[in-house]
């Protein structure tokens, strides 16, 4: 299943367990609409989702790109949350040298707590797990995060999030170091998104996206 659009039967105890996004990371995801960013955009933020839009303009959805020595994060966004408590921001991270790699963390602007998470689906129930150790990057090879998989997990935003603001994400890796990427917040999930994305070549973000 891909990024829980509608409540599960689950728990989503953001607020009672705000220090733990570990747990309140669960289900919510994309709900009601929310108000952002275009207070916190400062220009530099603008002018970089200016250009990743500028970049990407052959798509009609935007991306984000950054690079960091061997690393390559192509493919970035974040689907406009439903609820303003949480969020996910998927992408490509690739390691074009033959040394494997970890993703360690990430933090951003505007300021949330920044988890990196995987989801899976067992017995009919969907649960998502932190990443204690960190994702790790083979050499030569291209990890995908995305709906239903791991993901960037953004609990209680600075701000709402909201379509065509922009994020800011700072991502932490053992070695390559930090790689910042302007992550555009593009549409709600659909359907149709979930499925075969016209918008992003078709992909199904379960499996390869962007591929
Ligand atoms: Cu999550």
Redesign the pocket.
Known sequence: MSHPRFPLPVRFDARARRGSAAVA?TAVAFATACACSSTSSDSGAKAAAAAAAASASASPSPRGSASAGPIRITDAYLPQPASPDVA?VYFLVADTSAQADVLLSATSVPSAQV?L?T?STSGGAES?TPLADGLPIPGNSEVALGPGGY?V?LTDPAVPLKQGGTVRLTLTFRDAGKVQVDVPITSLLSDAQTGSDPASGGSDMTDMPGM
Do not use: D, R, W
């Open positions: 990371c996910a988890s998470m989801e998502m993901h997990m």
